[in-house]
């Protein structure tokens, strides 16, 4: 049975060149029109950008992993503290125990 002329779904429009569709389709275009670089390339400049970076002195390194291990030692207290503080309390009402 053909479909009649009423019934058919209207024509899509084209989206408005400021909505994030038509956005999106412009960067896909442009990122699919890049030209490939060699994996040399690629590695000359990733050094050239290592040699930019600012590293951080022997001090500051240290300091900086100390309190994240002292931070990642009390977030584990903290932890295995509630989990003792619910197995006890809790325990007894889910497990019968």
Do not use: C, H, Y
Request: positive net charge.
């Amino acid at each position: 049975m053909a479909d009649s002329p009423d019934k058919r779904e209207p024509a899509k429009k084209a989206p408005a060149e400021n909505s994030p569709l038509a956005q999106a389709r412009k960067i896909a275009e442009q990122r699919a029109s890049r030209k490939s670089v060699s994996p040399q390339q690629f590695f000359q400049e990733a050094v050239v950008e290592l040699k930019k970076t600012t590293w951080p002195t022997k001090d500051v390194l240290i300091k900086s992993t100390t309190v994240v291990l002292a931070l990642v030692g009390a977030v584990a207290i903290w932890t295995g503290g509630l989990d003792l503080i619910f197995t006890k309390v809790l325990g007894p009402i889910f497990l019968g125990k």
